[in-house]
C-alpha cells in the first residue's frame, strides 16, 4: 500500500509565498511522475505543475513564474513552491504520483488527501 502524506497549506496574504510537500512511502519501486493538482469551490480539480521521470516539468499557465515543483528522490518528495499568491490560487491542493510497485507490475495513481490553500486579498 502505498500514502501519500501532504503538508504545508494555510492562510496566506495576497503576494504571500507557501511551500506545500508530498512524501510518498510504502513498497514502492519507481515513481514515474510526482505532481500537484488543485479544485477550488464549485470548479473542476486541475494541474497545477508534475513533474515526471527525469525531471521535466510541466506546470499551468496560471502558475507559471510564480510556482517551482521540486523532488527529493532519496525521500520520494516532491515540493511546491508558490510565491506571489494570489486569491484564485484559493482551494484545495492534492498531491498525486504514478508509480510501480513492482518490476513486473504496470503503473498505478495515487492521490493525497488534499491540503487548504486561503489566499487572502
Known amino acids: 500500500q502505498v500514502q501519500l502524506m501532504e503538508s504545508g497549506g494555510g492562510l496566506v496574504q495576497a503576494g504571500g509565498s507557501l511551500t506545500l510537500s508530498c512524501a510518498a512511502s510504502g513498497s514502492i519501486f519507481s515513481i514515474n511522475a510526482m505532481g500537484w493538482y488543485r479544485q477550488a469551490p464549485g470548479k473542476q480539480r486541475e494541474l497545477v505543475a508534475v513533474?515526471?521521470?527525469?525531471?521535466?516539468?510541466n506546470y499551468a499557465d496560471s502558475v507559471k513564474g510564480r510556482f517551482t515543483i521540486s523532488r527529493d528522490n532519496a525521500k520520494n518528495t516532491v515540493y511546491l513552491q508558490m510565491n506571489s499568491l494570489r486569491p484564485e490560487d484559493t482551494g484545495v491542493y492534492y498531491c498525486?504520483?504514478?508509480?510501480?510497485?513492482?518490476?513486473?507490475?504496470?503503473?498505478?495513481?495515487?492521490w493525497g488527501q488534499g491540503t487548504q490553500v486561503t489566499v487572502s486579498s
Open positions: 498525486n504520483t504514478n508509480l510501480r510497485l513492482g518490476v513486473a507490475m504496470g503503473p498505478s495513481e495515487y
Open positions: 513533474m515526471i521521470i527525469g525531471g521535466s516539468t
